[in-house]
C-alpha cells in the first residue's frame, strides 16, 4: 500500500473510532510520526493530507527543515528532548509534547525567552510509572502542570504519553482512561481562565482507535502509515 492509501486508511478509522464514542471526528488530528523518513516520503505524506509531523530526534528535525520537507504542515517533536539540544527546538516547532521534567521546562522557558517567543508544549506522563521511561511520574505531574502554566514564554496546551507496551490494544484502555482523568482533573483544578489545557496525546500504530474512544485529540502513527522502520541505532 502507498502512502497515500495508508493516510485514508488511518484518517477513515479514526473517524469511525470518534463517531463510535459519540465524538466529532474533527476533533482529532492525526500525526505523522516521522522518524526515519525521507523528505520526499514525508512531502508525499503531507501531499495525501497528513497537516502535523513529530519528529523523535533534533538531527533528523534540523535535516528536514533545512529541505522545507514540512512545507504546508505543522512540526511536533515528539522524543525525548536533551536539555543542551533545546536550542535548535525552540521556536522552530509549533508543539513540544515531551515536556516531562522542571529542568527542561526551565530550559525551554529560557531559549523562548531568549529568541522571543512562546512555546507550546504539553507535559509527557509517564502513565504506566514504569522505570525506564520517559514522561513525568505521575506523582509529580500536579506539580509541573502547576510550574508550567505559571512560567513565562511557554504555553502548556495538554499532555502526552507513551503507555507500557501491551499485546492487546484494549490492554491499553485503563492507562488512556487514566490520562483522560488526569487532563480533566488537572484542567479543572488549575481553573479553566488561568489555562490553555485542550490536547490530549495518545494512541500509535497499534492503538490509536483505542485511545480516540478514550478522548485522544492527537494520535502519532508511524507504523501503520509508513510500514516497519528498521531497528533502531541507540539514541544520541
Ligand atoms: C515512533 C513513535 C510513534 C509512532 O509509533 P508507531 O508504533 O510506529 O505508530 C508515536 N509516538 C512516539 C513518541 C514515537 O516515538
Known sequence: MSVEENVKLVRAKIDAAAKEAGR???EVTLVAATKVQTSETIREAIAAG???CGENRVQELTAHLEDNAYEGAEVHFIG???TNKVKYIVGRVDLIQSVDSPRLLEAIAAQAAKVGVT???LLEVNI???ESKGGCPVGELRDLARQAAQTPHVRLLGLMCIPPVVDDPVEARPYFEK???LFVDIKQEMGDNETDMKYLSMGMSGDFEEAVRCGATHVRV???LFGARP???PQK
Do not use: S
Open 50 to 52: 497528513i497537516t502535523v
Open 231 to 233: 531497528p533502531m541505532h
Open 222 to 224: 508511524g507504523t501503520a
Open 128 to 130: 504506566g510509572d514504569e
Open 80 to 82: 525525548h528532548l536533551q
Open 179 to 181: 490520562m483522560r482523568k
Open 24 to 26: 466529532d471526528p474533527g
Open 119 to 121: 512555546q507550546d508544549i
